[in-house]
Each structure stands twice: as C-alpha cells, then as structure tokens.
C-alpha cells in the first residue's frame, strides 16, 4: 500500500472540463474525497462523508507517489512565494484550525492540548494565533516538550505513571490552572490522557477529541458531568478556507511549521538513534 496523504504537487495533466487549473501549477492536495451525495455532503459537512476515499485509508492508496489523480475541486492553487513543502503542511495545518475553531478558543483562554506531535505543535500555534493566554503542552517525551515551549507553547507537563486525578492535579498546580483549563485538547488518541484531561478540566470547559478512542462508560459519565461542549475533530471541512486568510500571514504561518516541523523530526530521528 502507498503512504502519505500530507502533500501537494504540480499538475501535470488535466480532464478537458478543468477551468480553474493548468498544466505546471502548483497545488496543495486535499487527501478525502467525499461521494458528494449523502446527507452529511448535502448538509455541507462532506468531512463526515461515510463513504469518504481518503488517501493511505484502505483500500485507497496514498500520495507518495509519482503521479496521483484529483478532482479539480480538491486541488488548491498555491500562491507565489509558497514553496511545495509549505504547501504539504496546508493539511495538517487545517486539521489544526479545524479543532481549534471547535474548541471555540478565544482571547485570554487557557488551553491544554496532550500530545506533542505535528498536529499537538499545529494545535498549539494555532490556539496562540487566536489568543490563548496560557497554552500547556503535555507528552511524555522530554524533547518534544522542550521543543514545543520553543514553539508556541508557554508551559509544559510530563505525565507520570499515576492516576488520572492525581495527574490532573499536578498539570494544574504546576502550570497555574486556577480551578482548570477553559480548554484541552487530546491530540494523543490515549485513554489515560482523556482521563486526566477531563479531570483537569474546569467546570463547563471545553474539550475536543481529535482522534475518536475507545471510551469506557466512566469517561463518558466524567465528560457529561463537567464538560459544557465536547467536539469529535474530522479534519478536512476547514481545508477549503485557507485561501481566504491573507496570502502574507498564511505564508507566514505555514513556512514557521515548515521549519518547525522539519526541526521536530530531526530531534525526534537523532532522540531515537541514541536509545
């Protein structure tokens, strides 16, 4: 099976019904297309299509590839100035607008995301971007954690191997949470992380699942009683919108994670060849 569903490219050969794209245009990839059809796609949510094709998801291949076919509608044009491996990162990037827009972040809010990989870092950018006051990063690798405050976020947390409750009582001491986070996020897709998050969580807080876990009966019981909104995150219904932000401030963003996210794989490559 061919991997990689973050990518973007240059057309090399169009239907005679394209209008908007040519031949030698650079573009970024938006990896799930939907059926179109369904009551989620003529609802405009097509990112909660059941039948979505999306790329390195069996049985559909993925993007890694010499050549790869696209619907005209799911290939954006990068602006002048956008390098192809800033184009790559519009995906995640928007996997990361996305959660952050559900979690309804907004200026002076507190905001744990667990999880320090791309999409936490993303998450983390982005929540400063919309004016988080305090943004947590908690993960139990040491170099992300480091990488992450150099990043975008203003504290960290190592997990411990403890409870859920005391867990959630140390993030919030030592990173000053007051009475808990106005918003986490759980970029990490593991229980013990959604156990503590919710714990750290204030009363009618906000919290956004990413990625959709196996819940226990507790969990759900904890998130009923003390959470104002819960959101499942599917990324791809904020891809779309990106042309729309100033081409300066996109380009900006977008070449910070690449770089950032360059930086972050090397550190994680050389952290794991010296175990």
Sequence with gaps: MVLGHESAGIVHQIGD????????????????????RCVRCKDGKYNLCPDMAFAATPPYDGTLARYYTLPEDYCYKLPEGMSLEEGALIEPTAVAVHITRQASVKPGDSVVVFGAGPVGLLCCAVAKAYGAKKIVTVDINEERLKFALKYAATDKFSSA?????????????????????????????????????IHALRMGGTYVQVSRPTLNSSIIGNVLRRVTRVAWANPTSTFPSWPCAPKSSTSRV??????????????????????
């Design 254 to 275: 977008l070449s910070d994670t690449a770089q950032a996210t360059t930086k972050l794989l090397s550190t994680l490559l050389l952290a794991d060849a010296s175990r």
């Design 17 to 36: 019904k394209v209008k908007t794209l040519k031949v030698g245009d650079r573009v970024a990839m938006e990896p799930g297309v939907p059926c179109r």
């Design 161 to 197: 191997r403890v409870s859920a409750e005391e867990n959630a009582q140390n993030l919030i001491k030592e990173c000053n949470l007051g009475l808990g986070a106005d918003v986490i996020i759980d970029a990490s897709g593991a229980e013990p992380c959604i156990q503590t998050a």
